[in-house]
Structure formats: C-alpha cells, structure tokens
C-alpha cells in the first residue's frame, strides 16, 4: 500500500555557496556518516553529494505529509548498498519501506521518495 510520494529539486549552485561560506548548512542536512563520506570527496562531487541528500531528505519530508519540521534531518540517514544505490533509513519509521532516487544534472540535483506499508 502506497502512503506517500514526495520529490524535491535545488540547485547546486546553492548548495555550493552554502558550503563555501560555512560547515553549518553541512552539520545541519547531514548525519556525522554522510559528513564523513561528503569530506572524502572532491569539491565537486560533494556539491552532488549534499545536494542530493539534502533533496532527499526534502522528498521525504513531502512523502511523509509532515514538512522537515516535524522530523529533522538527523533523524533521516542516506546509505548506499552493495550495488551503489542509495537507501534511506528514518528513526522510528522502520515499518515503512522507502523507495528513493536521486539523480543530478549539471546545475541540479532531484530526489524522489515513495513510501510504502511493509
């Protein structure tokens, strides 16, 4: 059974000038993991990197009905599996299977998340 669908887009642009200014914005969106992984990149790729998590955390937070408010990105945490694909992990909604996408173009990153009952 589908609960929700949520999908967000933003520009890399932001997210870079957001970076560059200060680690607040990186502390904020990301898990101290998705931190560590986001440090080991080049400049570049972590633009994507955070863009993407950032969107996908904004995606769920549509999908969920709730807005960012009611759940805070610490609590939403973005993994890759073995075969490189992102999966998403939310406390205390371990019940809920979570579809996610997320894909970037040169001046955006998008994220797609459908939620669905186990």
């Known amino acids: 059974m589908i609960l929700g669908t949520g999908i967000d887009i933003i520009e890399l642009k932001r997210v870079k000038r957001l970076l560059e200014k200060n680690d607040r914005f990186l502390e904020r969106v990301l898990t101290k993991a ?3 992984k986001a440090m ?3 400049a570049h790729r972590r633009v994507e990197y955070v863009s993407g998590r ?20 610490q ?3 973005i993994k ?3 075969n490189g ?3 998403m992990q939310v406390v205390g909604m371990e019940d ?3 579809h996610l996408s997320i894909s970037h173009s040169r001046e955006h990153a998008v994220a797609q998340v459908l939620l669905e009952k186990k």
């Not at 999908?63 to 408010?69: E, L, V, Y």
């Open 54 to 73: 950032f969107a996908a955390k904004e995606a769920f937070a549509k999908a969920n009905g709730t807005g960012i408010g009611k759940i805070g990105f």
């Open 85 to 87: 694909a992102p999966e």
């Open 40 to 42: 080991g990149l080049t």
């Open 80 to 82: 890759n599996n073995l």
């Open 96 to 98: 809920i299977h979570i």
């Open 34 to 36: 998705e931190q560590e």
């Open 75 to 77: 609590q939403i945490e």
